[in-house]
């Protein structure tokens, strides 16, 4: 958890709040919606954003029980700083017909299937690994990235009735993803 809140990060809010207001969203949707749109400076992600206010509470409770946090790729990882994560890509080994992310994303699966956070912000063919992987879990975030299959990741992991956060578009990316994630890490102390 941090400690403090920059000057900077509070006055960022202060204006974000004046562009969107998110008063009438569950807490934890929120201060999802508003750390992604804190990070990109992008209003517009309100209205793309899926969010499930129980699957987020039950993240946030598996985050802070000690529940592993396994990201996709490293640049997610990079983005969550009040915690150390797994980085899937880092397990992958070459699997015929899979990509790295999705090599990477099988093998954290079988070391980790039930009761670890995922959050994925690269590869939609990790995305897709992960729901086939069949793990069980509080929250997945998926936020993979790109013209090809992003959109049809995202769509079914909603399918899927894993608890998730995710969007409807084309985009996302690590920085969207570790928000995120940091979201529900630094709930109690948004500006």
């Known amino acids: 958890m941090r400690t403090s809140v920059h000057p900077i990060e509070i006055e960022s809010y202060a204006i974000l709040r004046t562009r969107l207001d998110t008063t009438d969203l569950p807490p934890l949707t929120r201060a999802v919606v508003e750390r992604v749109v804190h990070t990109s400076a992008d209003p517009s992600w309100a209205g793309d954003l899926v969010c499930d206010e129980d699957a987020l509470r039950a993240g946030r409770a598996a985050l802070r029980a000690g529940a ?13 700083t009040s915690r150390p994560t797994i980085v899937a ?43 086939r992987c069949g793990v069980t879990t509080p929250l997945v975030i998926g936020l993979p990235v790109g013209f090809v299959g992003s959109v049809a990741a995202k769509a079914a992991l ?28 630094y ?3 948004n500006p």
Do not use: F
Not at 99 to 127: E, K
Not at 159 to 165: C, H, I, K, Q, T
């Open 68 to 80: 592993p946090l396994i990201t996709d790729v490293r640049m997610v990882a990079v983005g969550i």
């Open 89 to 131: 890509l880092d397990l992958a080994e070459a699997v015929d017909g899979l990509t790295r992310s999705a090599a990477g994303i099988r093998a954290a699966a079988a070391a980790h299937p039930d009761g670890a956070v995922w959050v994925v912000g690269n590869a939609p063919t990790a995305l897709v690994e992960l729901i």
């Open 158 to 185: 909603r399918a899927s009735g894993l608890p998730a956060v995710s969007n409807r578009s084309e985009r996302g990316g690590a920085a969207a993803a570790a928000a995120a994630a940091n979201a529900l890490l």
């Open 187 to 189: 709930s109690e102390e």
